[in-house]
């Protein structure tokens, strides 16, 4: 597999999942910088779900046609081995909306 690169869109098999992690094979965004995922095998994903509704910590966007959110409260590490095969891109302005996201999650 070539390495996941940040924006990049992969069917990714999440389980087994605990609670109310999101489970199934579904897709993810990669939203770990590319630094990272070029030296790591792990990387950090955010899933992506057409069944959600509207949250603070979620971003809307539209992947292959489908509408739906990038679930960014639910970002996790995950093994490079369980990205089943890429899907596609997200376009740059919705990256950087998610992105802008996460840094509000973190802000202090």
Same mark, same amino acid.
């Given at each position: 597999?070539?390495?996941? /690169? @940040?924006?990049?869109?992969?069917?990714? /098999? #999440?389980?087994?999942? $605990?609670?109310?992690? $999101? *489970?199934?094979?579904?897709?993810?965004? %990669?939203?770990?910088?590319?630094? #990272?995922?070029?030296?790591? *095998?792990? &990387?950090?994903?955010?899933?992506?779900?057409?069944?959600?509704?509207?949250?603070?910590? @979620?971003?809307? &966007?539209?992947?292959?046609?489908?509408?739906?959110?990038?679930? %960014?409260?639910? $970002? *996790? +590490? %995950?093994?490079? +081995?369980? #990205?089943?095969?890429?899907?596609?891109? #997200?376009?740059?302005?919705?990256? /950087?909306? %998610?992105? +802008?996201?996460?840094?509000?999650?973190? +802000?202090?």
């Amino acid at each position: 597999m070539t390495t996941p /690169a @940040r924006g990049e869109v992969y069917l990714c /098999a #999440l389980d087994p999942a $605990i609670g109310s992690e $999101i *489970r199934k094979t579904r897709p993810v965004l %990669v939203v770990s910088p590319d630094e #990272l995922n070029e030296h790591w *095998r792990s &990387c950090l994903v955010a899933p992506m779900t057409t069944g959600s509704h509207p949250y603070p910590f @979620r971003t809307s &966007c539209t992947f292959d046609g489908t509408e739906g959110h990038v679930v %960014v409260d639910q $970002i *996790r +590490a %995950v093994d490079t +081995a369980r #990205l089943v095969r890429r899907l596609g891109r #997200l376009s740059p302005s919705t990256m /950087a909306q %998610v992105l +802008a996201v996460a840094r509000e999650m973190f +802000a202090e």
